[in-house]
Every structure is written in C-alpha cells, then in structure tokens.
C-alpha cells in the first residue's frame, strides 16, 4: 500500500463524505449508493450532504446481500462492512467478495469498505481483503480509547486520489497537529498494537461468555453474537424493548434500540436492542441476561 494513498479524516462520517463527493465530481454528479443495514448513521448523513440517493443493502449470516446490486439501474457505489457488521458482527464470506469484486470490475461501480470496529481479531480463518481492486475504498477507526475521538483514515481508489487532494479542508472538521502528534507515536512505539491485542482477547471472551449464558434465553428472543467486535443484539418482542431498557437502565447497562440502526430503511427493522458488552463487567453481563430472561418469562 502506497502512503499516498492513505488520508486521516475526522470521524468516519468525513471519510465517506470525501468519497462520495470525489465520485461524483468525477463521474458526472450524485447518483445511488447502496447502504448495508443496519449500519450506523454516517454513511447516510454522508450521502445526503453530496445529494445522493441511497437504498438499503440487507444483510444475512453470510454478510451484505451483494446479489441485489446486479440490475441494470443498480447503484454507482455499494457500502459494506465486510469486516464485521455493526452492530450484528456478520462477516461478508469469501463467496460474497469475490461477487462484490466482480460487479464493481463488471460495472465500474465504488466499493466502500467500512472497518468499524474496536478490534480486528475475529475468529475463522482469515479472508482475502476487498481492498486491492481499482475502485475499492477502505474506511476505518483504530477505535481504541487511546485514540483520539474522531481520528480515522481513508485508502482511497488511485483514480479518486487527485480529486480528494482537491476536497481536503472543504469540511469544517478537523483534528488538531498536536493530537495527530502523539497518536503517531503510540503507533510508532508499538502500544497501540499491544493494547488492540489485550481488547480483542477481552472482546472474544466477552462473546463466548454471551453465547454461553444467551442458550438458555427463553423464545422468541434470540441472541446474536458475531465472530467480531463488542457489540450484542437480542431480538426481541418490540412490547418488551421498553420495559427490558428501563431495567437494564436501573443496573447501569446502556442499551440502544436496533431500530436507529436502520437509517435508510426504517420499515426493515426489527424489535430488539444492542449492547456494547466490551464495556461491561462480567457481572453486569450476567445480570443483563437474566433481565432478558425475567421480562420473557413474566412479560406482566
């Protein structure tokens, strides 16, 4: 990877900013982009500040429904999070990548690649990175608490690298040169490797903690744990979302409703809430389920 290729923008928001503004400087105007939902706001709010049109791309166990791109009057650009879902973790297979690269060689259309999460280790063996194709993008956080809020980067397509040269400083966001500083040394001095490491190994005992205890859930909920990040969601029946949040208030576990997640199609959405489990103590993990567990049992 060429340094020059690599840009820091101010939140993820910025980066696809950057990205859909470039593409329609060069191609003749805004056009449609594909959203992978649920996914966290930014990418929205960026398309619509260029004027785009967005459609929602949906997800299954195997990651973003790349299929529905291929039509004549698709997208000009699919955003994805092959990585891992936010906030589901799902992981786009192997199968899938090689679909996205073929319509984007086969069409010309933009891929953007939205690493998102706290940490990179997942489990299953690794896959081949989207990155590498002519009009591949990746956007990402380190997303450590170490990192400065708001600092991320950018690998850009070489055919968009001049126009985005072009962009920069045309939004009012910005990182102080200070900052960017002793970021750049925590890198250099290896501590943000070594603290990434300790996170995911915290995060994946995290997870298999939630699976262990999830089982036993009475239905129709249902737990979803991915491969990757801190995040849980648990499916639930949408009259128990309120009273299982005002609980979970009361024990100081922050729950948000899966619902926010589904900015570009709100009809799609289902009942249920997320928790950022990688900033619980095991014991508010365990209480947590067993909230789940008394609401189901006895929804009165």
Known sequence: MDPADVAVTVGLRQACWLLF???AVR????ATVAVEQPAPAYPAVAARQVGWRIEALPVDDHGALVGRLARPTGPRCALVFAEGNHPLGTVLSAARRRELLSWSDRT???VVDVCSERDGIGTGL???ALYGGDRVAVVGVLGDALVPHGLSYLVMPRVLGPVIAGLAGHDDAHVDSTTQAAFTRLLRDGTLARRGARVARVYARRREELRAVGCALPRPARLLVGSRGPFATIRLPRQVVQPVTTQLAALGVRA???AGLYQVDPEAAPAGL????GQLADKKVCRAVRTFESVLTYPG
């Open 27 to 30: 191609d003749g105007g805004p």
């Open 108 to 110: 010309g259309g933009y």
């Open 21 to 23: 503004e470039a593409i």
């Open 126 to 128: 690794p896959l081949p």
């Open 274 to 277: 997320v928790l950022d489990v």
């Open 256 to 258: 948000a409703p899966l």
